[in-house]
């Protein structure tokens, strides 16, 4: 009711702020809705993450998922993180969304080790490196799998669409 008359909202703690998240998507809040993103986005711990990446997805607040989904990559060793991704078996596009993120980091930390050998003059038996394969990262959708530019050296373009 404070926002309501207000347009801010003070002291509101973690739990508040999910019920408050909740309630502004219900009554088409948006500003109520941000201003709890930001309060959440700031409480974000290992122990509590999966639980805001599951709240943030079915309530669609975008900018506290990427958060979180942040905050999971960074810290995927964390023993209380892998432990809480059992908590995902109800949401397997979050799962799914995971690992490719984590492929994605993957390959970018391979193709930026890749372009510094190929920098230094080549491969490690002093030919001419491996050839990079760029990825297109504006397909990267939860509903459709990673795509790689077309490339001469592996086939046909609809092979690598998936089509």
């Known amino acids: ?9 003070v002291d509101v703690s973690l739990d508040l702020g999910i019920h408050l998240l909740v309630a502004s998507e219900h009554f088409l809040l948006d500003r109520l809705k941000a201003l709890c993103e930001d309060v959440i986005r700031r409480e974000i711990t290992a122990e509590n993450v999966i639980s805001i990446l599951i709240t943030s997805h079915q309530y669609t607040a975008t900018g506290l998922k990427d958060t979180a989904l942040d905050f999971i990559l960074e810290n995927l060793g964390d023993n209380k993180i892998n432990i809480g991704l059992d908590e995902l078996k109800s949401e397997p596009d979050l799962l799914v969304e995971i690992i490719r993120l984590q492929t994605l980091q993957l390959e970018v930390f391979i193709n930026a080790n890749r372009d510094g050998i190929e920098a230094e003059g080549g491969g490690a038996d002093g030919g001419p490196g491996m050839q990079s394969l760029p990825l297109d990262t504006s397909v990267l959708d939860p509903n459709q799998q990673l795509r790689r530019q077309p490339n001469d050296l592996f086939g046909p373009a609809a092979e690598w669409r998936g089509e």
């Open 1 to 9: 009711l404070e926002f309501i008359y207000t347009d801010t909202v």
